[in-house]
């Protein structure tokens, strides 16, 4: 069956800090790849996505995710993280061709001001 | 455009008693899915629709749970009984045709069975 795999649960970091959160999915044919952000009692929210071309994809709020084929990973980053961008990070999969999207157990992450 | 709307944002009910969600999704979308998501096993697909048409009900956990979705613009998702173990944040998301261009999610609703 098709997972995804989010490591380091939660993160804890300084303000300015860079963050990367790693991303991993099990299924070998065509994939569109999400990540989401749900902050602190909110509804998720589109951060990227990758469909095909550049696999370096830019999303709002300075967030970047690189998509490496070779080895089934969607690492999303952010250079300098603020106080605001405490939250839950969601990455997700689809098969294509398929409906259905496949969410990893989320990255819980707190900027320390 | 209102998004996807869910209600009541917050329900708290006693065990046994029957508990009625409900989503309005985007105008438009012809796809429309219900998650679960607790501390334990986070976000869970629990059913899917492609044009009002029940696709995928492999995730809804027991025959306790129901959903129907009678047009483009309405869906339910019926606890009857609810325990304690339902306890959970229910979302809501639409999408258009196959949900190549991600989903868009409702604010949820947080479900406490006491």
């Known amino acids: 069956a098709q997972s995804v795999s989010q490591h380091n649960h939660h993160v804890i970091l300084s303000e300015a800090a860079s963050l990367e959160l790693g991303c991993n999915y099990s299924?070998?044919?065509?994939?569109?790849l999400f990540w989401y952000v749900q902050y602190p009692g909110q509804h998720l929210q589109l951060l990227l996505k990758?469909?095909?071309?550049?696999?370096l994809v830019k999303g709002i709020k300075g967030f970047e995710a690189e998509f490496i084929k070779s080895k089934f990973s969607f690492n999303l980053r952010k250079p300098s993280v603020q106080w605001s961008d405490t939250a839950e990070y969601f990455c997700?999969?689809?098969?294509?061709?398929?409906?259905?999207?496949?969410f990893g157990k989320g990255n819980q992450v707190v900027v320390i001001p | 455009d209102a998004g996807v709307i869910q209600s009541p944002r917050h329900e708290v009910t006693e065990m046994g008693q029957e508990v009625t969600l409900r989503c309005k999704p985007i105008?438009?979308?012809?796809?429309l899915f219900w998650y679960r998501q607790t501390m334990m096993r986070g976000l869970e697909l629990l059913i899917y629709?492609?044009?009002?048409?029940?696709?995928?009900d492999s995730g809804m956990p027991e025959d306790r749970f129901s959903a129907k979705m009678p047009n483009a613009s309405f869906s339910t998702l019926k606890i009857q009984p609810s325990e304690p173990r339902d306890s959970a944040v229910y979302f809501c998301?639409?999408?258009?045709?196959?949900?190549?261009?991600?989903?868009?999610f409702g604010s949820g609703t947080r479900l406490t069975v006491v």
């Open positions: 629709f492609n044009n009002n048409v029940p696709i995928d």
């Open positions: 299924y070998g044919g065509t994939v569109n």
């Open positions: 998301a639409s999408t258009l045709g196959q949900g190549g261009h991600g989903y868009t």
């Open positions: 990758y469909f095909s071309g550049d696999p």
């Open positions: 105008s438009g979308h012809n796809s």
């Open positions: 997700a999969v689809r098969i294509y061709g398929n409906n259905r999207l496949a």
